[in-house]
């Protein structure tokens, strides 16, 4: 079936580097993209979202990458921060009528070392 | 705002037992979907309710489980006769109702279940 999956289940960077986690989809009638981050203990938070009219997205510290033609997604950290430590899951979602159903894939959990 | 509020935080049954789950929505926000969620993986859609309706319960396990958001209170998930393999963290979100630019979901700090 159509599911949305996480190329690496780890990710360890050093203190101040970059990361960058991928997620890989494949409903192509997918139009909405949602990355969440979840600390232990905790509920997912929402970090970053991107429509497929769009390729790409920044926030605060991060960017998101939208690959249409290779269904692929990606969230980059800049200068990754110890309290960035979690598991980082991608959602894909069909926008109906302005309410949707994410599907989340399993998560990669992001080590930050001091 | 308080946010999406989940209790209890941590609830504990015997095989057999019930267990009942409540979430209240935050303020505003009058859809509600329910997560379940096991060990290190992701989180699995199970229901997806606004006030007094069921609009999707898809992920919902045929027996033992049902979900309801009445017009007054919280929104519950009721797991009947529980089996050590519910045992999992059930998380609720919230949204706003359609047309709102900003999709994002709000989610409560989840609910551990555990049967012993």
């Known amino acids: 079936g159509e599911s949305v999956g996480l190329h690496l289940p780890t990710l360890s960077v050093q203190e101040g580097d970059n990361s960058i986690i991928n997620c890989a989809y494949s409903n192509s009638a997918s139009d909405y993209f949602i990355w969440y981050k979840q600390e232990s203990g905790k509920g997912p938070q929402f970090i970053i979202d991107i429509r497929s009219n769009m390729d790409k997205r920044q926030g605060q510290r991060v960017t998101v990458l939208l690959n249409k033609t290779v269904k692929h997604l990606s969230l980059q950290i800049a200068a990754t921060q110890p309290g960035d430590s979690a598991v980082y899951f991608c959602a894909e979602a069909e926008v109906s009528g302005g309410s949707y159903i994410p599907t989340f894939g399993r998560g990669t959990s992001l080590i930050v070392h001091p | 705002n308080a946010g999406v509020m989940q209790n209890p935080r941590h609830l504990v049954r015997r095989r057999g037992q019930e267990a009942r789950l409540r979430c209240s929505p935050m303020?505003?926000?009058?859809?509600v979907y329910w997560y379940r969620q096991l060990p290190e993986e992701g989180l699995k859609f199970m229901v997806y309710l606004q006030k007094e309706n069921i609009i999707d319960e898809s992920g919902m396990p045929k027996e033992r489980f049902s979900a309801e958001f009445p017009k007054e209170g919280p929104s519950i998930l009721r797991i009947q006769q529980v089996v050590r393999g519910d045992s999992a963290a059930y998380f609720c979100a919230s949204s706003r109702s359609a047309g709102q630019r900003n999709y994002g979901y709000t989610f409560g700090s989840g609910t551990r279940l555990t049967v012993v």
């Open positions: 303020k505003g926000h009058s859809h």
